[in-house]
């Protein structure tokens, strides 16, 4: 990507984006693919947030309503993407195991609705690098997708440049009003604007992120090395996972679940645990996530946290401590809703996932976003199968 911030263009842009993260991103791939003069205005002098900082697990079966529609739409740009930029993506699936009945029941009840496919315990395990005896059935969500955010999202930039697209980087947005965003380095002149500027929304846009409810949601997450039985070829998610995503803690079958998870252990509960697992094209693994929302997130990471997600791997894996490699903080725009679209001016739109699904839904999201923006309809999306 072009590092040199003081580089002017003296074309005029279509398409102004504010924020490099996978919303933008996605938006500048939107109004590119579109035949559109795109700018991309981002404070950083890399991507560095929210989209690098998960687990590159593109949880598309576990959505519904509103998200799953956005998470369809974005499987396909995904597949796209892969190829067009360069980058490793496997079409994996998504493990789920089942460590109690009601777990077992809560699976099968969201199998009803199709592309979930069940598992007894000997194939989950068979599946796996779970510990022996450890599953009493499991399933497959077979639409999921995972990719190294790493890696992703640079590609994709560097992609985007390479096609066209303008980056200008290590600069801030200051103002957004129809037609012109105001930067440290500059005005920047376009009929259509996009804000995707996540959790940063209450620094551009405070008024709307108080009214909107948006704030921090901080997870703590780690890279370790262990010694698994066999490799994880696939995202793993436990029945922390499933009183999470929508697919399943819609579901009637989720109530005792979540009852039962939270008096056995108060104390994940207390760290609101999302136990699941996904491992790198290095073979390292990545483990987490607890999640803290507030309006500024606390720099001080619990130890007491990051030793339950250590210990909970021993057990599920049944393997002796692992060596971490990396520890860090991820942060996301969280609210109520778990959308937020809306026009701050003529042909100015902010846009944000307001919940942890943003590199799921990140994509199909801002297609809609673009198409909204510019009035102009959604090109044709071509499709391989088996990138594995």
Do not use: K
Not at 77 to 89: G, V
């Amino acid at each position: 990507m072009n590092r040199n911030p003081g580089q002017r263009s003296s074309d005029a842009f279509d398409v102004a984006i504010v924020g490099s993260g996978i919303v933008g991103l996605g938006a500048a791939y939107a109004a590119l693919r579109r035949g559109l003069r795109v700018v991309v205005i981002e404070r950083g002098a890399r991507i560095a947030g929210a989209s690098v900082r998960n687990f590159g697990h593109l949880c598309i079966g576990a959505q519904e309503g509103e998200a799953s529609a956005y998470a369809d739409a974005g499987r396909a740009l995904w597949l796209q993407l892969a190829r067009e930029a360069d980058f490793w993506m496997r079409e994996s699936g998504t493990l789920i195991v089942a460590r109690h009945a009601d777990e077992l029941r809560l699976l099968e009840a969201a199998a009803v609705d199709g592309g979930i496919r069940l598992l007894d315990a000997r194939e989950i395990e068979a599946a796996s690098p779970l510990a022996p005896g450890i599953a009493v059935g499991g399933a497959r969500v077979e639409v999921d997708l995972q990719t190294n955010p790493r890696v992703a999202a640079e590609r994709i930039a560097r992609h985007l440049e390479s096609q066209g697209v303008e980056f200008r980087m290590r600069t801030s947005a200051t103002a957004v009003s129809s037609g012109r965003v105001e930067t440290s380095r500059g005005g920047v002149d376009a009929p259509a604007i996009i804000v995707a500027v996540g959790h940063d929304l209450d620094h551009l846009l405070p008024d709307l992120a108080h009214e909107a409810g948006v704030e921090r949601c901080a997870l703590d997450m780690m890279r370790v090395q262990a010694a698994l039985a066999r490799p994880l070829d696939a995202p793993l998610l436990t029945g922390w996972s499933l009183v999470r995503y929508g697919r399943f803690a819609r579901l009637a079958e989720a109530a005792p679940v979540r009852e039962r998870l939270h008096a056995e252990r108060p104390d994940l509960a207390a760290i609101d645990l999302n136990q699941m697992y996904t491992q790198l094209p290095d073979g390292s693994l990545l483990l987490g996530d607890t999640h803290v929302r507030d309006s500024v997130a606390s720099p001080f990471q619990s130890e007491d946290a990051q030793q339950a997600i250590l210990d909970e791997a021993q057990v599920i894996f049944g393997i002796s401590a692992p060596r971490v490699i990396e520890r860090w903080q991820g942060v996301y725009a969280s609210a109520a809703r778990e959308f937020l679209s809306r026009e701050i001016a003529p042909g100015a739109h902010a846009i944000a996932v307001t919940t942890g699904i943003g590199m799921t839904c990140g994509l199909g999201f801002a297609e809609q976003a673009v198409a909204a923006a510019t009035g102009l309809p959604l090109p044709a999306v071509t499709h391989e199968q088996d990138l594995r």
